[in-house]
């Protein structure tokens, strides 16, 4: 009976965070050891029908750089890496889409509807849902003190996002999975940081969250404690006093962004963790660190 009491109180406890993100938008950037492990993926799938049967809309971005290299590989392709981006010449961008875009993305389509979801599968070009520009990556100062422009390829950059497309699947109650590949202005295709693409979605659906699901258990401070709530302010002291470092300043920034361009929070959590998602939306405690302005 204890048992079933403890249940209740559980649901008792996520009520108030039911009632409050009802008919809300939240985008997860899914990735990671959450997106490789069997037990985990089916953990974050569950995840995503449970929102969708309350009457919240999860909106998913996902990335697939291992399988990318894996599939490389197999081609006998080396991957080169520039400043932690893959540099991606023709060849390379057409082995990216095919695996982001026709194996990754339809594998978590598929295992969202085996547990009773309703999930459809897009790439930026897909109504033109991501346009994108080439990213101009420097380094320097080179010759004459300017900064130095590295060409890494077809690697770029959100210029635009089209809403009317991701909310016209969720009026029909389907959940949207997107490839972070978007097209240029000529019809080139561009592949792009799936971190990036899932801050520039949020802020395009104005959501009330945007999730990063990573590898690690948040943002820590200075001692490593992990923080559980980061004011944008203080991010930023942090960043430039360098207690937030390497790959965790991008994700970082990318929350910034996005909370200056309306969303409410955001959050870089554990994916590692069981349920992770649910977790850090319906109690009290979270798994992660939440960035608010």
């Known amino acids: 009976m204890q048992n079933s009491i403890n249940k209740a109180k559980v649901l008792i406890e996520a009520l108030p965070y039911i009632r409050r993100f009802f008919d809300k938008t939240i985008v997860i950037k899914y990735g990671g050891s959450a997106m490789e492990e069997e037990g985990m993926k089916r953990s974050f799938a569950l995840d995503l029908v449970l929102l969708k049967y309350i009457g919240i809309h999860p909106v998913v971005v996902h990335g697939g750089g291992p399988q990318i290299g894996e599939m490389l590989a197999k081609m006998g392709k080396t991957s080169q890496f520039i400043q932690g981006m893959r540099v991606t010449d023709g060849e390379t961008m057409d082995v990216v889409e095919m695996v982001l875009v026709g194996k990754v993305n339809k594998e978590i389509v598929a295992l969202i509807n085996q547990q009773g979801g309703k999930a459809v599968g897009l790439s ?25 422009f590295i060409d890494i390829g077809m690697v770029g950059e959100v210029k635009t996002i089209n809403p009317g497309v991701i909310e016209a699947l969720e009026k029909e109650n389907f959940i949207p999975v997107i490839a972070p590949v978007g097209v240029g202005e000529e019809g080139e295709t561009y592949n792009i940081n799936a971190d990036l693409v899932a801050g520039e979605i949020a802020s395009a659906l104005k959501a009330e969250k945007l999730i990063l699901l990573t590898d690690v258990e948040g943002v820590k401070d200075g001692s490593h404690q992990l923080i559980p709530t980061l004011h944008a302010k203080q991010a930023k002291r942090f960043i430039t006093r360098k207690v937030i470092s390497s790959g965790m300043i991008p994700k970082v920034t990318c929350c910034l962004h996005a909370l200056e361009k309306g969303v409410a929070k955001t959050h870089i959590i554990d994916g590692r963790v069981e349920h992770a998602i649910l977790l850090e939306i319906f109690t009290d405690v979270g798994v992660g660190t939440q960035i608010v302005s």
Do not use: F, Q, V, Y
């Open 124 to 148: 930026g070009k897909d109504g033109s849902l991501i346009t994108a520009k080439k990213l101009k990556l420097t380094r320097g100062p080179g010759k004459g003190g300017r900064p130095e």
